[in-house]
């Protein structure tokens, strides 16, 4: 069974970076797409980026769109969510997820959380002074 964990989470100011990863202990990632996702309180959870397993292609929502990206480590042991420009509406908890049957595996723009069927436990991010 695949175990996604997310990472680097935490407190950070407006304008700033942030960068979190996504790793599953005993596996290497680039056999699935992933998919980052956030869900602040109160509001539906939202796709941010998804990266593919078949061609390596990006979805990026347009709530984030060049501010954020995501990549593979050269390793293919971990996923990097990089957050750049982040505004207090970035509040959320951020998930990662993956289909661990591997039928879904290209991105793209109306990728979704109905995609995913494994996910992780999720790192909160605060954007604020």
């Known amino acids: 069974q695949l175990k996604l964990v997310e990472s680097g989470g935490g407190l950070v100011q407006p304008g700033g970076p942030l960068r979190l990863s996504c790793a599953a202990s005993?596996?290497?990632?680039?056999?699935?797409?992933i998919g980052w996702f956030r869900q602040a309180p109160g509001k539906e959870r939202e796709g941010v980026p998804c990266?593919?397993?078949?061609?390596?292609?990006?979805s990026i929502a347009d709530s984030v769109k060049g501010r954020f990206t995501v990549y593979r480590d050269n390793g293919r042991t971990t996923v990097t969510l990089q957050m750049n420009s982040l505004q207090p509406e970035d509040t959320a908890v951020y998930y990662c997820?993956?289909?661990?049957?591997?039928?879904?595996?290209?991105?793209?723009?109306?990728?979704?959380?109905?995609?995913?069927?494994?996910w992780g436990q999720g790192t909160q991010v605060f954007v604020s002074t």
């Open positions: 997820a993956a289909d661990e049957t591997l039928r879904f595996r290209l991105c793209g723009p109306s990728f979704s959380s109905a995609d995913f069927n494994s």
């Open positions: 005993g596996y290497i990632l680039d056999a699935w797409a």
């Open positions: 990266i593919s397993s078949s061609d390596g292609s990006t």
